[in-house]
């Protein structure tokens, strides 16, 4: 194999680049990969999947995990949110993900050489924990969560330069992607690649009525779901039980997925000129949820500013403003979600050429 091999531009329309705002870095990258090999401008049709989750720990109460600055507790976006994201790439443009597995290190390096030198884009799994220069690095609790796509193998220096969502361009050793290849053969799984489709010729489909009403239709019932760790219940449960391990702890800590809320619902706007070109409400209601969007996003990054700084400076005297930033974000979601059901409940019950599923 050669020492050096570079991505080959030749297949591509442009330059892979990735965005720092997606709602999870699988999707990230599956963005900047289509874009890069179809020329696609983006994929905003697909960021649609409104709903929260709590993962509390099932035999313990909350508290740290052993780097004594996270919580053992994950409130993100709802695992249905990423399915969806994956189901209409393929409904609106005509993309989908094949995976390949390896059982064998050596044998995976030879499949991102050829990749690259035939200009293949190829997503792979990663550790937080292993990307040098973030600083976690080394803290390899936090599992194989994390993407990564290549753009040069450098054996000689033994090497991968990549891309991927914390800090765009960035180079890791191979010893460390071998460390994350192993982790996964020993959880008795192949080490998976993921690769980017297009069907031959396939135009980019408009949203209609029928599938904002499918979209509005889930998303509703996952925020309303009866589950206390689903939807709207998650959230203020979530709250609720981490302010208060906060002030058992006496101090703050990072919770796991949370970064993800602001992000998503800058995903959700980018639903909305769709919306208003398929006349899915009035352009009133569509401007009053994408103001309530916008004032949601604004806490969120809030609460993530807070929460870091005072993480970092260990400091407690800050746990009152976040006290004050959950309950205001808590009132805010719940107008977003009346918003939602709102133009659900104005939209017709039918119209003529609505597919089967919604039937």
């Known amino acids: 194999m050669e020492t050096v091999i570079q991505l080959n531009p030749g297949r591509l329309r442009y330059p892979p680049t990735v965005r720092h705002d997606a709602p999870d870095c699988f999707t990230a990258l599956v963005e900047a990969s289509v874009r890069s090999q179809f020329g696609l401008t983006g994929i905003p049709k697909a960021w649609f999947g409104y709903s929260f ?4 720990p099932p035999r313990s109460r909350l508290g740290l995990l052993s780097d004594g600055r996270t919580l053992n507790a994950e409130l993100g976006r709802s695992d249905y949110g990423e399915r969806r994201v994956l189901e209409k790439l393929g409904l609106y443009y005509g993309v989908a993900i094949s995976q390949r597995t390896f059982r064998s290190f050596d044998s995976l390096l030879v499949e991102v050489g050829r ?30 969560t994390h993407v990564i796509l290549p753009t040069e193998l450098n054996l000689s220096r033994a090497t991968l330069t990549v891309l991927e969502t914390i800090l765009g361009s960035s180079e890791i050793d191979l010893q460390d992607y071998e460390r994350c290849f192993e982790r996964i ?16 010729g396939h135009e980019e489909r408009p949203v209609c009525i029928s599938d904002a ?3 509005l239709r889930e998303c509703v ?3 309303r779901s009866a589950d206390p760790n689903q939807g709207l219940n998650a959230l203020s449960r979530a ?13 703050p800590a990072k919770i796991p997925g949370l970064w993800t809320f602001g992000p998503d619902r800058c995903a959700l706007r980018e639903n909305l000129p769709h919306w208003r070109a398929a006349c899915v409400a009035s352009d009133a209601r569509i401007a009053e949820l994408d103001e309530l969007l916008g004032s949601a996003i604004a806490v969120w990054s809030g609460i993530n500013a807070v929460l870091h700084t005072a993480v970092q400076e260990q400091d407690a005297s800050q746990l009152s ?10 009132c805010r979601e719940e107008r977003i979600a009346e918003a939602m059901e709102t133009i659900y409940r104005d939209l017709p019950a039918r119209v003529e050429g609505d597919d089967v599923r919604d039937v």
């Open 53 to 56: 989750v709590y993962r509390p």
């Open 115 to 144: 990749a690259l030198k035939a200009g293949e884009l190829v997503i792979s799994p990663f550790g937080v924990g292993f990307l040098k220069g973030w600083y976690e690095y080394g803290e390899h609790q936090f599992g194989m």
């Open 185 to 200: 053969r020993r959880e008795g799984r192949d080490f998976p690649l993921w690769y980017c489709r297009r069907e031959q």
């Open 213 to 215: 009403r499918w979209d």
């Open 221 to 223: 019932e996952h925020l």
């Open 239 to 251: 709250i609720g039980e981490i302010s208060e391990a906060f002030e058992r702890l006496k101090r």
């Open 321 to 330: 403003e976040l006290k004050c930033l959950w309950q205001d974000i808590v």
